[in-house]
């Protein structure tokens, strides 16, 4: 069961409320409509409906075990009929395109497949089936029960038998099927680049991927590699990892990877500078510290992020100089050594590229 996709976390929320107000003991019977879409062969539509309807009455039973043998399932097969209603309450929709479309569902002198065959060539399929498609692979929860006696209006002399009313809690997907047995999830993996490092020519490139719902980890590599005449030189390959945990949950898709995170990291390094004469430095260098950052939404297909490091930077150096005409570059071995240091280690105001990537897992699983 997929409790995030369309807000069913939320929706299976409410219906839990619901059903803790009234009590269990009150209820007489639950029972389970599902349905599928207008779409493929409608053989595996009603098959997807059965398991829809089976997979919801698995989430009843674990979380509300004593109404086990009140359940009942009701997989009603391809939803034309809620297709229509969606179609026809639609505003955005010319009035002729909306007859035509109304007209193919209305049709019932051809077959099913003939009636799914028209409305694919129609030039409003994509947007039909984007936008109403995913809601009415849906199930539908209708919960009879028993209202208290002190609730009920009855006569003083003679005792009238209680009402049944139901209680109907819709939820717009249970598990997320593109078709046949699959679920239809969306993995995100960050692209990006600190333009501090790029101001400064200094290329770099980072990914990052969320892990479940709070953690996610972030691989970095800076490597700037260039040189002058043996006169300047920016030479650094750096490599780091990082994880994160992120404040904010990462659940829809458009959710992931923004707001306030935390994050602890591990680099290391070598490096040639060379400015002239002024400069003239090798070694290597390795870093460990904690993160504090914040990522929002700049566009709707662009993040920007912000970040500081701190931590311990440990780095060996050797200074070097070059000859008179720079034809050599001679080593100093009176000038070198190790240095440690604590504080500030990254800056980083990053571009941030979140690639969305469309994946299949086999129903029943998360």
Not at 160 to 183: G, N
Request: proline fraction near 4%; charge should be positive; charged fraction near 25%.
């Amino acid at each position: 069961m997929d409790t995030l996709y369309l807000g069913n976390n939320h929706v299976l929320g409410r219906m839990a409320e619901d059903i803790d107000s009234i009590g269990v003991g009150r209820i007489n019977s639950v029972r389970i409509v599902s349905q599928s879409s207008p779409e493929g062969h409608n053989h595996y539509n009603h098959l997807l409906s059965k398991r829809r309807a089976a997979t919801m009455r698995s989430y009843m039973e674990s979380r509300y075990p004593k109404i086990k043998e009140r359940l009942t399932i009701v997989p009603d097969g391809e939803s034309w009929r809620q297709l229509r209603q969606y179609v026809a309450a639609d505003r955005k929709l010319k009035d002729s395109s909306k007859e035509r479309v109304l007209k193919i569902i209305d049709d019932d002198s051809v077959s099913i497949d003939v009636k799914k065959q028209r409305l694919t060539a129609d030039a409003l399929y994509r947007y039909l089936y984007a936008t109403y498609y995913p809601v009415i692979r849906n199930s539908r929860i209708q919960i009879i029960y028993q209202l208290p006696i002190e609730r009920l209006a009855m006569p003083k002399v003679e005792f009238q038998p209680c009402k049944m009313p139901s209680v109907e809690c819709r939820i717009p997907q249970v598990y997320a099927p593109k078709r046949d047995l699959f679920l239809r999830d969306t993995l995100v993996v960050a692209a990006k680049s600190n333009l501090l490092y790029d101001a400064v020519t200094a290329l770099n490139f980072e990914v990052e991927v969320p892990i479940r719902d709070h953690w996610s980890i972030a691989v970095e590599n800076v490597f700037p590699w260039w040189e002058k005449d043996n006169k300047y030189c920016l030479q650094m390959w750096e490599m780091g990892v990082e994880g994160r945990y992120w404040f904010r949950r990462n659940g829809n898709y458009t959710e992931k990877l923004r707001g306030h995170f935390i994050g602890a990291y591990a680099m290391s390094a070598k490096f040639d500078f060379q400015n002239d004469y002024d400069i003239c430095y090798q070694g290597e260098y390795w870093s460990a510290g904690v993160t504090y950052g914040y990522a929002l939404k700049l566009t709707r297909h662009l993040n920007m992020e912000f970040s500081i490091s701190v931590g311990w930077l440990s780095s060996s150096y050797r200074h070097y100089y070059p000859a008179y005409d720079y034809g050599h570059l001679w080593a100093d071995k009176s000038d070198m050594g190790r240095i440690n240091y604590f504080g500030p280690t990254k800056l980083k105001v990053a571009l941030v590229w979140p690639i969305r990537i469309p994946y299949k897992k086999r129903w029943g699983g998360r």
